[in-house]
């Protein structure tokens, strides 16, 4: 799983590995980004992503993208969630997003 603002990587997660059993693994994630400067043309940022299984309880997965991350942050950027399979199978390997939040604190 990874997630991406515009083409920058802000976390990139290694799949973890469930039984050759599993069907219909529903994970609840979300990600966090903090912001480490102000907003401007190369802003560093962190991000860490928390996930929920039905199947596998609580999954702990470091992220591989060296934080902090530098980010344009001084315009409009696209959010993209992506996954990889390990094993591609037409019409059975489907991510779909219900619902997406954007949260802003400051």
Do not use: K, Y
Not at 9 to 20: C, E, G, Q, R
Not at 52 to 70: H, K
């Amino acid at each position: 799983m990874q997630l991406r603002a515009g083409s920058t990587v802000l976390s990139h997660h290694t799949p973890n590995s469930n039984a050759a059993n599993t069907s219909n693994n529903q994970l609840g994630l979300q990600w966090i980004v903090q912001a480490l400067d102000v907003p401007g043309a190369a802003a560093n940022v962190e991000c860490t992503m928390l996930a929920n299984s039905n199947q596998i309880g609580s999954v702990a997965v470091e992220s591989d993208t060296d934080m902090p991350v530098t980010l344009a942050t001084n315009g409009a950027l696209t959010l993209q969630v992506a996954t990889q399979w390990a094993t591609a199978r037409t019409g059975a390997n489907t991510l779909r997003l219900s619902q997406f939040i954007v949260e802003a604190l400051n």
